[in-house]
């Protein structure tokens, strides 16, 4: 086989990912240490990211042997924090969240050192969120610290606070898994590496695969007849590939729809598969609609951050209800007694003791969880797990047929490389031109500083200069390979054939076509009462606010005057901690106009989204949820994945000097465009944003000529 010229130096891609996942979790430290050092518990519960004043109310064993802490509003202090109800106080914790449960500091604005907490505290994860209490998984290592905090039945509480922390696992399972790529010699790569890295090319899939009968080992037959060719032509494919096959999934095109049919015809066929994708909801997506084809699944990964309807596939829950779990559970009563008793005694040394023998009996309930996790994995003919947690200890030594990612798209190449280094094949599924993962280090000063290392160690090979942690493995692998390794799903089941025209012309290949029962419905055709008025009979409608009458805001420039009222100070120093953005009150009003209107008609709220790039201008969208309960606003980055019936979108930028920001990235532009079903509206101004790009020109063209153009009758608007 031939020598690919584009060929990667496997060492250097490893130690320049090293490099760059090192500055991406400095940035991510240096966030969350400066808000916990540099502001005080009480603003930190404000922008909430902690919650204050809690004791401990009782510490059991739950799931998978872990102390858990149920944490609640200490008695003392919520006549204040919560008017006496006992309730916890407004927050922004999340069941999942990674957190750091530590004795309160006393006084409100003592410096703090993350590390010097972290010591002092336990880490764990939120496995239940309640009105009046707060559940906290302890991390296992970390479980003889929550002995310093008393329990409420022993009289001795102390008063603790919990924080959110940054999760440095993924990043853990990250750097591991490229130190292993760094040091392997060539002759330890496997076929499967070599194509990844251009060593080798591609093993070659017959052209035409279009007849079933004909196909390989025999006739495919569909468990969904019902897919369409392009989902067809792409299961082929990837059944066929021998190393690797992409999926192109545009919006709406039934990706995951395609995926569910891959991994049954490869079960079928006595493949072993493990499935990931990036996050915990991509993956549970993925349980959820297997589950009914009963084919036995595990799912990995920690209960809490679990979806409840896939908790009866959890390896977690597994190990408590299935045969072989039955004899870990006697263990754990026993480790239950012995915390109860914990609250018995006051006495020192007891307690000691007791702590003592907890800590054996935990040994023993991890070694008999770890044979009967053997046994379960090792049974399963599918296997799901976040990336990241494909490289936990569970699926060690574990080998799979095929790795199938979903979402590689919004993954970093680094954290798929967690199941891919031991995979013989692997099936990516995602849409490079829908944004990719968020990337925090991507500052200028960050940049340079990868630039200047880039400079002094390129010159041995030791890194390559100009990468990117953006850079994804579907990106590279189709600049490495070509077209030849994919195929695109071409049917979209979400959008009006208008409202799909223009991503699909611009950056589709004008392949997408509208599914017969999307094509042409409009929201005065939904299935409850709507009426026949302009805005629910128009797929695509544009509000222009071009003149330069309505420029944008800077954020901190509202602050500067005040505009925050009372407080604004306070709001504006959290507000600082997540960078400048920009407003528009123009475009809010005209937001808050149209979203009347449709409401109006008939449009339930919970049928619209407001969608925009800015969280300032989302700040000044907020009052929105209040005259209109189920309406969401929604961030585009923080959109993406989802879809709504209408969707309005606010661009914000108006300014003399045709400055678009964030808007330049067409990734971004195309997840706002894509997200309606029935209706887009556009709210912004043409002169500044088809100054940004050739795209953003071509955009405000088509628009100009397609949309239904609405100009702004300002004397109509109430700001
Ligand atoms: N062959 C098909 N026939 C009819 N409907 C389909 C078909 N394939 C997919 N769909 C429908 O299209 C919708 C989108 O499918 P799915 O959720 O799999 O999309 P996805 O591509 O994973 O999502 P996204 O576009 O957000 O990435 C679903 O409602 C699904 O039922």
Request: aromatic residues 4%; neutral net charge.
């Amino acid at each position: 086989m031939s020598l690919l010229t584009k060929s990667v130096d496997v060492p250097a891609f490893a130690r320049t990912q090293l490099a760059l996942l090192d500055l991406e979790l400095q940035s991510e430290i240096r966030e969350t240490s400066g808000l916990i050092s540099g502001t005080s518990p009480a603003s930190l519960q404000r922008a909430g990211l902690a919650i204050t004043n809690l004791v401990v109310s009782s510490q059991r064993t739950g799931l998978g042997g872990r102390t858990v802490l149920e944490l609640a509003p200490d008695a003392a202090t919520s006549s204040s924090s919560s008017g006496g109800t006992g309730e916890l106080p407004e927050h922004g914790v999340r069941t999942g969240d990674i957190v750091l449960v530590a004795e309160q500091p006393a006084g409100s604005a003592k410096k703090r050192e993350v590390r010097d907490l972290e010591r002092k505290g336990a880490r764990g994860v939120v496995i239940r969120i309640k009105r009046d209490a707060v559940a906290v998984a302890v991390d296992e290592d970390k479980e003889d610290a929550t002995a310093t905090f008393g329990s409420g039945g022993s009289g001795s509480s102390s008063r603790v606070w919990l924080v959110k922390l940054a999760d440095d696992v993924t990043y853990r399972r990250m750097k591991q898994t490229m130190e292993r790529l760094a040091d392997m010699s060539e002759s330890e790569y496997s076929a499967f590496t070599r194509v990844l890295f251009g060593l080798t090319t591609p093993s070659l899939v017959p052209a035409d695969l279009t007849r079933d009968e004909e196909f390989g080992d025999g006739k495919i037959e569909w468990f969904d007849p019902t897919l369409n060719e392009s989902q067809k032509d792409a299961i082929r494919f990837a059944l066929a590939s021998k190393e690797i096959a992409l999926i192109h999934g545009p919006p709406g095109t039934g990706k995951t729809h395609t995926l569910i049919e891959l991994i049954l015809q490869m079960v079928k066929r006595g493949l072993r598969v493990l499935v990931c994708g990036p996050s915990n909801i991509s993956v549970d997506n993925i349980v959820e609609r297997l589950s009914p084809h009963k084919v036995p699944i595990v799912r990995l990964g920690h209960p809490a951050r679990l979806l409840p309807s896939v908790l009866n596939h959890s390896l977690d829950v597994l190990t408590q209800t299935s045969e072989a779990g039955l004899i870990v559970k006697d263990v754990r009563s026993e480790m239950d007694a012995k915390q109860a008793s914990i609250k018995k005694t006051r006495n020192g040394r007891e307690r000691k003791a007791i702590y003592a023998d907890l800590k054996e009996l935990r040994k023993e309930y991890r070694e008999r969880e770890r044979r009967c996790v053997g046994t379960l994995v090792g049974g399963s003919k599918v296997v799901l797990a976040t990336l990241h947690g494909a490289g936990g200890n569970q699926l060690r030594g574990e080998k799979f047929d095929v790795v199938i990612i979903d979402e590689a798209s919004q993954a970093l190449e680094a954290q798929c490389w967690v199941p891919l280094l031991s995979a013989s094949k692997a099936v990516c599924a995602g849409d490079h031109l829908q944004l990719p993962p968020t990337v925090k280090s991507t500052n200028s000063k960050t940049k340079a500083k990868v630039a200047k290392e880039g400079d002094e160690k390129e010159k041995d090979g030791a890194i390559i200069k100009g990468a990117s942690l953006e850079t994804t493995l579907f990106d590279r692998l189709l600049k490495l390979h070509g077209s030849s390794i994919k195929r695109m799903l071409t049917t979209q089941y979400r959008m009006h054939e208008k409202i799909m025209r223009f991503p699909s012309d611009e950056l589709y290949e004008s392949r997408l076509v509208a599914a017969d029962a999307v094509k042409e419905r409009l929201l005065r055709d939904l299935p409850y009462e709507v009426q026949d008025t302009e805005d629910t009979s128009e797929p695509v409608i544009f509000i222009d606010t071009q003149g330069g009458d309505y420029p944008e805001k800077n954020e901190e420039e509202e602050d500067k005057e005040g505009k925050d009222g009372k407080g604004g100070g306070k709001k504006g120093s959290i507000r600082s901690l997540f960078g400048e953005s920009k407003s528009n009150e123009m475009e809010a009003a005209l937001v808050k106009q149209h979203v009347k209107k449709l409401v109006e008609a008939g449009v339930r709220p919970e049928d619209i989204a407001v969608v925009t790039p800015y969280n300032a201008q989302l700040g000044l969208l907020a009052p929105l949820k209040e005259t209109f309960p189920g309406i969401e606003l929604g961030s585009v980055d923080g959109f993406q994945g989802r879809e709504k019936e209408a969707v309005i979108v606010s661009l914000v930028r108006s300014n003399p000097e045709g400055e678009v920001g964030f808007l330049s990235e067409k990734r971004r532009l195309n997840v706002a465009m894509t997200r309606p079903k029935r209706s887009l509206v556009v709210v912004g101004d043409s002169e500044t944003v088809r100054r940004g790009s050739k795209f953003l020109n071509n955009w405000m063209d088509w628009l100009e000529n397609n949309a239904d153009l609405r100009y702004v009758d300002a004397a109509s608007i109430e700001t």
